[in-house]
Structures are given as C-alpha cells and as structure tokens.
C-alpha cells in the first residue's frame, strides 16, 4: 500500500525533473542550436572546448567567489542575528519577521530593486550628495569588481534571514544549564561562545554552510536582473552564461554542456553535505 501513495509524487518526479534532465544531459554531446531538427553527435567536444574557454572558466571563478563570499557573509550575519535575537529582547518576534522578509520575497524582484538603488541616480548617489559626500558617488553596477561586491552583498542580504532562523532552531537546543555553570566558572563572553555555543550547534552551521554554499553556486536572478552579466561579461555566473549561450546565442549543445558542469558542481557539494551530516548524526 505505501508504494500505490508514493506513485503519484514518483511519477510527477520522474516526468518533471529526471526525464529533462536525462534530455539535457544527453544534448550536451550534441551541436544543437535549439531549434535545428537535426542533432548531431559530437562526443565531448563540448566538453574539451569548455576547457580552454576563458569566457567560461572566468564564469566559473566569479561564480566561486560569489559563493564563497555570499557564504561566509551570511554565515556570520545570521549567526550574529540569531546571537542576538535569542534573548529576552521585547520586540525580539517583530525583528526576527523583519531580518527573515527578505528571504520570501523573489530575489528577481529583489535584484530590480536594487538595480535602482544602485543607479547612478538612484537613493545611494543621491543620499551621498545629500550628506556632503559627493565625491564618494559610484557608478555602482558599471564597474565591474564594485558589480560583483554588489551582487554578492544582495545575495548574503536576502539569505541571511533563513540562515538566522536555523541557528536561532539551534541555539534552542543549547543547555543553558552548561552556559550558566561556564558563567559561574568565570567564562567570558567569548570563551562560552566558542566552547559551548559553537559545539552545540555544529549541525546548523553545516546545514547554513553547504545551503548557501549551493545557492551561491546557483545564482541567477540577482546577476540578471543587476547587471545582465555586464559590463562586458564580467559580472557572469555559470547561470546566466547557460541563458546567453542557448537563448540568445543559439548554442544550445554547448551551453547543455555548462550546464552539466554546474549540475556536477552542485551534486557534489550536496553529496558532501549529507555526508557531513550523516557522519555527524552517526557520531
């Protein structure tokens, strides 16, 4: 009987996630245009070509750092967040909605917002003049290395919410009979956090960790919406050149084929995760 429950949630699976994904994975060995009828097969000439293309492998290190970056950004400001929401604040409810809102609103609407806000005459050139500091103003989204501080900054700021909600799930599970016999020992601050706190919610920090570490791997709407990949492509993640290369451009197979490269990159920090955690529960 439980197998008949399971079917239609299989079904819908296999038809909605594993057969694209077998198609894509098996157009990437192939020079289809996207539209052409005929498929040629071309072994991993794709493969071999997205190798030595700078385009691509620059792609590549941009969407490292931004995943990196965003990670570590968030990791900290959640767990500072959550730090400080775990108290006896009154409003401590209304501030844990605030800091999580950004995290359910739709990072395409997200990066359209602050495409503005960071407009040559958007808020922040404009709050600059305002206050005396003009000579600070930026085109923001026009430089290349200030684009990409900028997509990675949207990215921790729209994920930190979730990540202090999970370590606010941990921080729950610390004794605080432990944190009060540390307390009476004469532990500082620091010496609590880092002897207690930190331990106890080892799983949460593996869980944030590697969630954000994928999503940062596969960041599309905040690049696209900000700067479309520009100025002259570099600002491009592996998501948004897969979009150029088969949309736009007409490199269906090839583009097929970074796909697969980011699929792999994104399998295996997965596997990794449930590694971790596996090893984790175990132990």
């Known amino acids: 009987m439980p197998f008949w429950f399971v079917m239609p949630a299989l079904v819908s699976y296999v038809f909605v996630i594993v057969v694209p994904a077998a ?19 071309v072994g991993l000439d794709n493969f071999v070509q997205l ?9 590549l290190g941009r969407t490292v750092v931004i995943a990196l970056a965003s990670m570590a950004l968030v990791n900290l400001g959640g767990l500072a967040l959550a730090l400080g929401l775990n108290t006896q604040v009154k409003s401590r409810n209304i501030l844990r909605t605030v800091f999580f809102a950004p995290a359910v609103i739709s990072p395409l609407v997200v990066g359209y917002v602050f495409k503005f806000v960071l407009s040559p005459t958007g808020p ?14 930026q085109v923001w989204l026009g430089d290349p290395h200030l684009a ?4 990675i900054g949207v990215v921790a700021w729209q ?17 605080p009979e432990q944190v009060e016999a540390a307390l009476m020992d004469g532990a ?56 150029e290369l088969g949309f736009e451009f007409g490199r269906y197979g090839y583009a097929a084929a970074l796909a697969v490269v980011l699929s792999v990159l994104v ?5 990794l995760q449930f590694g971790l955690l596996r090893r984790g529960s175990k132990a």
């Open 124 to 137: 922040v050139n404009g709050l600059l003049g305002a206050v005396g500091l003009a000579d600070l103003k």
């Open 23 to 41: 198609q894509g994975t098996g157009l990437a060995f192939t020079d289809w245009n996207g539209l052409s009828p005929q498929r040629d097969f």
């Open 159 to 175: 994920s930190v919410g979730t990540a202090m909600v999970i370590y606010l799930a941990g921080l729950q599970g610390v004794e």
């Open 188 to 243: 500082g601050l620091w010496q609590r956090l880092v002897n207690i706190v930190l331990p106890s919610i080892a799983p949460s920090i593996l869980v944030n960790a590697m969630l954000t570490l994928i999503s940062g791997l596969r960041v599309f709407d905040q690049v696209y919406a900000m700067t479309g990949g520009g100025p002259a492509g570099l600002t491009q993640s592996l998501a948004t050149l897969f979009v």
């Open 267 to 271: 399998a295996s920090f997965s596997a």
């Open 51 to 59: 190798s030595a293309d700078p385009i691509a492998l620059g792609a």
């Open 148 to 151: 990409l501080l900028a997509i």
